[in-house]
């Protein structure tokens, strides 16, 4: 494992296996300088345990610099379950996770992702505190990762094309999940033109009802002819077979590791095409965890996410002053910030 290329000095990989429960996952630290670990659970039925490991370690290192570019007091963590969601999901298996959380005394905290729930969670809790969502004055998950895209999005646009609204810029939403389909209900109630797809057939159906978007197969959406590309769905998907195709001038989305590998930052430059790096744009979540220990109104938490905007406008403006990429300025605050802490 050290010398995995998705290893990054991590602090402690705990391989779990439950036969009685049906539970074989992994929980990945990357990092407790700024705090506990906090990252949220994934199922997902991995071709292998080598490809679950890499999600494992890319997803906790991405949890530290979310935390840490918002100045929150949480380091990166994160767990994946292997397994199909709607298969093999049992009450057994969740306390069983929640059993192997407790086991670490509180140095990760346990949130939903991909394949598991806010019920999930809940069941969890039978075996541990340390999870999110304790606390739900708004008895309903809140789009806070959709809306901090947004915010990010909208001084991203005010940046590269100095305008303060979204009014006819085509946008390509890829994913339409819980993270994509809040943004396009975002982006179309600020004027934006969508070009949307999703694995899904119906959902891409709702979107184009819902808000006109132009729905399109799945791997057309590199080629659209849009102003902006909105990664939601899975990692991974900006690489040496994409990136020549994209037609956009920003890349700004939900989705989680969106570079397949460090340099493809580069190969976006070299078309001219901005990035903004998707661990701030993506952080609504762990703000919306934080925010909650203090007010969980629905009202403030969302308030409290729009630092995403402010943030992404600072990062955007060192890059230019500085005639660096916004990967590489984000970069070096998260590491100055976790120096500092260690």
């Known amino acids: 494992m050290f010398s995995h290329p998705d290893y990054d000095?991590?602090?402690?990989?705990?391989?779990?296996?439950?036969?009685?429960a049906g539970l074989s996952a992994i929980i990945a630290l990357h990092s407790t300088a700024l705090g506990?670990?906090?990252?949220?659970?994934?199922?997902w039925p991995y071709r292998d345990d080598g490809q679950a490991l890499a999600d494992v370690l890319r997803l906790s290192r991405g949890m530290t610099y979310k935390a840490a570019i918002c100045e929150l007091p949480f380091g990166g963590g994160k767990s994946v379950i292997l397994g199909d969601s709607r298969r093999d999901k049992t009450p057994e298996l969740l306390r069983a996770m929640g059993r192997a959380v407790e086991s670490l005394g509180g140095r990760y905290i346990i949130a939903d992702d991909v394949g598991t729930?806010?019920?999930?969670?809940a069941v969890m809790r039978q075996e541990t505190s340390h999870t999110a969502a304790a606390t739900a004055a708004a008895k309903a998950p809140l789009a806070v990762t959709a809306y901090g895209?947004?915010?990010?999005?909208?001084a991203a646009t005010r940046h590269y094309f100095g305008r303060d609204d979204f009014?006819?810029?085509?946008?390509?939403?890829?994913?339409?999940?819980n993270v994509g389909m809040p943004l396009c209900r975002y982006l179309h109630g600020k004027g934006a033109r969508l070009v949307v797809c999703d694995m899904d057939p119906a959902r891409a159906r709702q979107a184009s009802e819902s808000f006109g978007a132009q729905a399109v197969p799945v791997e057309a959406i590199y080629d659209a002819e849009v102003d902006i590309f909105a990664p939601s769905a899975l990692g991974g998907i900006l690489n040496d077979h994409t990136i020549g195709r994209l037609k956009?001038?920003?890349?700004?989305g939900g989705a989680n590791n969106q570079l397949e590998h460090s340099r493809h930052d580069a190969a976006l430059a070299r078309r001219?095409?901005?990035?903004?790096?998707?661990?701030?744009?993506?952080?609504?979540?762990v703000i919306d965890f934080h925010q909650e220990a203090i007010d969980d109104r629905p009202e403030a938490v969302m308030a409290s996410v729009e630092r995403i905007g402010r943030i992404t406008a600072d990062v955007l403006d060192r890059a230019k002053r500085d005639g660096a990429r916004p990967l590489a300025v984000c970069d070096a605050i998260v590491r100055q910030r976790l120096s500092a802490a260690r």
């Open 9 to 20: 000095g991590h602090e402690r990989v705990v391989y779990l296996r439950d036969a009685r």
């Open 36 to 43: 506990p670990a906090f990252g949220g659970c994934r199922m």
């Open 117 to 121: 729930t806010l019920d999930d969670l």
């Open 149 to 154: 895209v947004f915010c990010a999005l909208r």
């Open 167 to 177: 009014e006819g810029l085509r946008v390509a939403v890829q994913g339409l999940g």
């Open 248 to 252: 956009a001038r920003l890349v700004c």
């Open 272 to 285: 001219d095409i901005a990035y903004v790096p998707d661990y701030l744009a993506n952080a609504g979540g």
